[in-house]
């Protein structure tokens, strides 16, 4: 009965012990265990101590960063990863969320802070990279691809193109096809804007058919470009009447190079006035590049015009006669300036006698007379070409009535 009483109480007291140790030891560790895996605070706390401890236990800890260093790191990475480019970035954060999700997705939390957009694009990426394992949608993503590409090369090769010949190509190979006029808006949709407007300014059928069609934010765009290109005509046009009246000398100065116009801009105020005014003013030039680049950009304005005959050809032939006919003025005032006063008068009065002023020789273009020459005109240029106190002689011997007409054509 004794050994039985002893029995019993050893029993007791070693389940006293388990109590204590349960309550004691076990409960508190297993409560640091879930602080420790679940309260950010007590586990950097708990670290650092464990980073102290001896033994295996220390160096242990000690291999693993704190949560201030892991912050920093984590930042860092982020920063990086927001300053390279795209889709490097997105293949790297790709490796890092096949080998720790949890690791990726603090990085990318960390990226949004810094750039919500630049991250959100790189995610997008990341995304793609993760679906190019389906064959349906890695076929579909290469399709829009070609087809991105492709607009692209369209929309440098339209800008690149001369005007002219673009709205040639345009009339016959997309309008009036559905699908062609389709795809042509939205290559105008992204095509420079001066080049657009000028597709929509010089033909109209473009611009009828396209100009509603196109993304309503781009056509308030192009309208005003427009309208403007339409004032900078009528302007354009005003001054080539300013300058067909003014002395040709004078307008070369002005307008015989690059310094107060475009070349754009002086082939348009050239293409608009008569051939000889035009060549009155160029026979002045001896720039041959310049003359050959505004020849250029007449031609070019001629083509969008859909004008056949070039002007240009009609120039040349103008100034080269111009050139011809003073040259032959001239070696007759030199003549003239060297012979007696009294005979060049009795000249001079026969030569107006015969003519009665009639048209001798003409330069004819485009079927009307460019420059006519007669008689009295011939006599004007040649005493232009001689000194005054000359001229003052000839008159003198003249017969009054001639001489008074010459000198009011002289005067003019």
Same mark, same amino acid.
């Given at each position: 009965m004794v050994i039985i009483m002893d029995k019993d109480k050893k029993k007791n007291i070693l389940k006293v012990i388990s109590?204590?140790?349960?309550v004691f030891i076990m409960v508190p560790m297993f409560i640091m265990i879930i602080l420790y895996n679940t309260n950010d605070k007590f586990n950097n706390m708990a670290e650092g101590y464990l980073r102290k401890a001896p033994g295996f236990i220390g160096d242990y =800890?000690?291999?693993?960063? &704190?949560?201030?260093? !892991?912050?920093?790191? /984590?930042?860092y990475i982020s920063d990086y990863y927001i300053s390279i480019d795209k889709t490097s970035a997105s293949e790297k954060l790709y490796i890092i969320k096949g080998q720790d999700e949890e690791l990726f997705h603090d990085i990318i939390g960390n990226m949004r802070h810094i750039s919500t957009q630049r991250t959100e694009d790189i995610v997008k990426l990341i !995304?793609?990279?993760? /679906?190019k394992k389906d064959p349906l949608i890695a076929t579909y993503d290469e399709i829009k691809e070609d087809s991105l590409s492709k607009l692209e090369e369209d929309i440098k090769k339209f800008e690149d193109t001369k005007t002219n010949v673009l709205i040639k190509d345009i009339k016959e190979n997309y309008i009036g096809n !559905?699908?062609?006029? *389709?795809?042509?808006?939205k290559v105008f949709n992204s095509m420079e804007q001066d080049k657009l407007a000028e597709l929509f300014f010089y033909d109209k059928e473009i611009k009828e058919n396209f100009l509603n069609r196109i993304d309503p934010i781009r056509k308030e765009q192009i309208v005003p470009v427009l309208l403007a290109k339409n004032v900078e005509g009528k302007e354009l046009l005003k001054l080539s009447q300013q300058y067909s009246v003014m002395d040709p000398e004078k307008a070369y100065g002005e307008i015989g190079n690059e310094?107060?116009?475009? /070349?754009d801009q002086l082939s348009q105020i050239f293409m608009n006035m008569e051939i000889a005014d035009a060549a009155r003013i160029l026979k002045y030039g001896d720039d041959t590049e310049f003359v050959k680049n505004l020849f250029n950009g007449i031609r070019e304005y001629e083509q969008l015009y859909s004008i056949d005959d070039t002007k240009t050809i009609e120039i040349t032939k103008a100034i080269n006669y111009l050139n011809y006919y003073e040259g032959k003025i001239k070696e007759l005032a030199s003549i003239y300036d060297k012979m007696n006063s009294q005979d060049v008068a009795n000249i001079l009065e026969r030569l107006l006698m015969s003519g009665s002023g009639e048209k001798i020789d =003409? =330069?004819?273009v485009d079927n009307s007379?460019?420059?006519? &020459?007669n008689d009295l005109?011939?006599?004007?240029?040649?005493?232009? *070409?001689?000194?005054k106190s000359k001229v003052s002689e000839i008159l003198e011997n003249m017969e009054p009535r001639k001489a008074a007409d010459l000198s009011k054509k002289l005067t003019l």
């Open positions: 109590i204590f140790l349960a =800890f000690s291999k693993y960063p &704190t949560e201030e260093e !892991r912050d920093e790191k /984590i930042a !995304r793609n990279i993760e /679906i !559905r699908e062609k006029s *389709q795809y042509l808006v310094d107060n116009y475009s /070349i =003409f =330069f004819e007379d460019i420059y006519e &020459t005109k011939i006599a004007v240029d040649v005493l232009n *070409q001689i000194k």
